[in-house]
């Protein structure tokens, strides 16, 4: 996987029981090439850090979908992997992300 595009700012973390917290975020996209240089549709990887400004991560949500919306309006579907803020997407589509 190639990284590809990186996501850094303050966005809007929301999930299941709560409206809304601002956190910072640093993420990368890492995208599936095939052996001629072209981009796999449907292969990549988000992964980074989200800042809960000094907050740990509630043991409830850890594993748990969320949705970060960036500082661009955007929103991407991610699974918050550990206490600390570490954050993981793979693959494509409604289930994943926000796009389609």
């Keep these: 996987m190639t990284p590809v595009e990186e996501y850094a700012g303050e966005g809007r973390l929301e999930w299941a029981g709560e409206s809304g917290r601002t956190v910072g975020y640093r ?3 890492l ?3 095939a052996a001629n240089g072209l ?3 449907g292969v990549f990887r988000i992964e980074g850090d989200i800042d809960l400004r000094g907050a740990a991560v509630p043991d409830y949500v850890v594993g748990s979908p969320v949705t970060l919306r960036l500082s661009d309006g955007r929103a991407l579907a991610l699974t918050i ?3 600390d803020g570490r954050v993981l997407s793979e693959g494509h ?8």
Excluded: D
């Design 27 to 29: 993420l990368t996209r």
């Design 31 to 33: 995208q599936g090439m």
């Design 39 to 41: 981009p796999v549709p």
């Design 81 to 83: 992997t550990s206490r």
């Design 93 to 100: 589509g409604p289930s994943r992300c926000l796009c389609c």
